[in-house]
């Protein structure tokens, strides 16, 4: 049973789950936590770290901010569309770095 169960968890992380927006609650949370409560706005570089980064959406908006963004994932085709995204993007507006591990 064991067997079945972690081949069929195989197969689900070794395809793709396309996500390259950013989800409504990444907004929420910069505009009304780190922004608002706290003043993070990306502008002195702060450092976002996103623990299944899946293909980048979040780390690219945050990026876009001026963020340093570092990004994990289990699923390497999601690490390595994730670095095809935030490389291929428009150039970061703050001058952010990424780094997405795997």
């Not at 291929?88 to 001058?95: Q, R, T």
Request: aromatic share 14%; net charge negative.
């Amino acid at each position: 049973m064991s067997g079945i169960s972690y081949r069929r968890n195989e197969d689900y992380w070794s395809g793709r789950y396309e996500a390259p927006n950013v989800e409504s609650f990444i907004f929420r949370f910069y505009g009304r936590i780190l922004k608002h409560d706290f003043g993070i706005t990306g502008v002195n570089h702060e450092n976002v770290f996103d623990f299944g980064c899946g293909e980048g959406g979040a780390l690219n908006f945050f990026l876009k901010k001026g963020f340093n963004v570092f990004g994990v994932d289990i699923a390497e085709k999601d690490i390595e569309a994730a670095r095809e995204n935030l490389a291929n993007g428009e150039s970061p507006l703050g001058g952010g770095k990424e780094q997405v591990l795997n």
